[in-house]
Nanobody, 124 residues
Framework: QVQLVESGGGLVQAGGSLRLSCAAS?????SGWFRQAPGKEREFVAA????????YYADSVKGRFTISRDNAKNTVYLQMNSLQPEDTAVYYC????????????????????WGQGTQVTVSS
C-alpha cells in the first residue's frame, strides 16, 4: 500500500525556517512538493529528480527553499528559509510509481500519490 506522510509543519514568524519531510512507503517515489493556501488552487513548489542531480522551483520560492532526497529512506525534504506570510499553506508531498533517473516532474498530473498535507503558518 502506497503511503506518503509529511511532517515538520508548524507556526513560525516571518523570516524563520522550517524543514518538511515526506516519508514514503510502498511502490512510490516521493519527488515533489505542492501547496494550497485557503481559497486558492494547489500550486507547485519544488521537485527533484530521483538521482538528486536536478531540481526545479517555483519562482516564488527560488533562493529560499531547497528540496533534497534520501533514497535509502525513500524520503524527500523541503528546507524552507526566509519564510513569509504568503508561504502560509498546506504543503503536500507527491509521489510517482515510476521515475526516470534525471527527470524532474513538476506538474500535478504527473503524480499518482499524495500525502495528507502538513500545515505551515507564517505570522507577520
Amino acid at each position: 500500500q502506497v503511503q506518503l506522510v509529511e511532517s515538520g509543519g508548524g507556526l513560525v514568524q516571518a523570516g524563520g525556517s522550517l524543514r518538511l519531510s515526506c516519508a514514503a512507503s510502498g511502490r512510490t517515489f516521493p519527488s515533489g512538493w505542492f501547496r494550497q493556501a485557503p481559497g486558492k488552487e494547489r500550486e507547485f513548489v519544488a521537485a527533484i529528480s530521483w538521482s538528486g542531480d536536478n531540481s526545479y522551483y517555483a519562482d516564488s520560492v527560488k533562493g529560499r527553499f531547497t528540496i533534497s532526497r534520501d533514497n535509502a529512506k525513500n524520503t524527500v525534504y523541503l528546507q524552507m528559509n526566509s519564510l513569509q506570510p504568503e508561504d502560509t499553506a498546506v504543503y503536500y508531498c507527491a509521489g510517482r510509481r515510476t521515475v526516470a533517473r534525471g527527470t524532474v516532474y513538476y506538474r500535478p498530473v504527473e503524480y499518482e500519490s499524495w500525502g495528507q498535507g502538513t500545515q505551515v503558518t507564517v505570522s507577520s
